[in-house]
């Protein structure tokens, strides 16, 4: 029982340098999302998809791209990484837009030096 | 938009009550969702909340009310390991943006001894 599984989980990069984070999960589940999350900040949506080949803007998408080919993939990019940047990254998926229930994964956390 | 409000911090001892308040305001409103999360690990799903009213889980309960916008998690015969960070979340139904959850900025619990 994988459920999501995000890679890398450490990573450090240099301002500028790109890089893709991958969310895989293995549920079946139609809906994917990346957050960021910051100390005191919360959970901060960045980009979502409802369905394979599909993909929305979050409330911060800025600097970050995403690609939904295959429905149980989710890919994260960073064209130039930014300090700012620097946070951990949480995948997570759910079965529906009518569910409460997501799944995360274990975090990715990036420093942008 | 969307706004959360929870309290940053609660402390209590082992074995008393705690309840972490949780009040929003969305454009669109499906239901109150309930996330823990232990030393910035992977955020966990412990309640959902569509209709006004008490859900009880275990020593862990959830309520809800539309029409104060307001909701808590309440934990019961408290525990060490119930030292985490709780979050709520809402989930938005407008069109546009169908499918985002908004997460609050979470609550740090502390349980001594």
């Known amino acids: 029982n994988a459920g999501v599984t995000q890679t890398p989980k450490f990573r450090v990069l240099k301002t500028g340098q790109s890089m893709t984070l991958l969310c895989a999960q293995d549920?079946?589940?139609?809906?994917m999302y990346w957050y960021r999350q910051d100390p005191g900040m919360g959970l901060r949506l960045i980009h979502y998809s409802v369905g394979e080949g599909t993909t929305a803007k979050g409330e911060v998408p800025d600097g970050y791209n995403v690609s939904r080919l295959k429905k149980q993939n989710f890919l994260l990019g960073l064209e130039s990484a930014a300090p700012s940047q620097t946070s951990v990254y949480f995948c997570a998926s759910s079965f529906s837009r009518n569910t409460g229930e997501l799944f995360f994964g274990e975090g990715s956390r990036l420093t942008v030096l | 938009g969307q706004s959360l409000e929870q309290p940053s911090e609660v402390t209590a001892v082992e074995g008393a009550i705690v309840q972490i308040n949780c009040t929003y305001q969305?454009?669109?409103?499906?239901?109150l969702s309930w996330y823990q999360q232990h030393d910035g690990g992977a955020p966990t799903f412990l309640s959902y909340n569509a209709l006004d009213g008490l859900e009880e889980t275990g020593r862990f309960s959830s309520f809800l009310s539309r029409s104060d916008s307001y909701g808590y998690l309440l934990l019961q015969e408290l525990q060490m390991k119930d030292s985490a960070s709780y979050f709520c979340?809402?989930?938005?139904?407008?069109?546009?943006?169908?499918?985002?959850?908004?997460f609050g900025r979470g609550t740090q619990l502390t349980v001594w001894p």
């Open positions: 979340a809402v989930r938005d139904t407008r069109g546009s943006t169908l499918g985002r959850l908004y």
């Open positions: 549920m079946n589940h139609e809906y």
């Open positions: 969305t454009s669109g409103f499906y239901g």
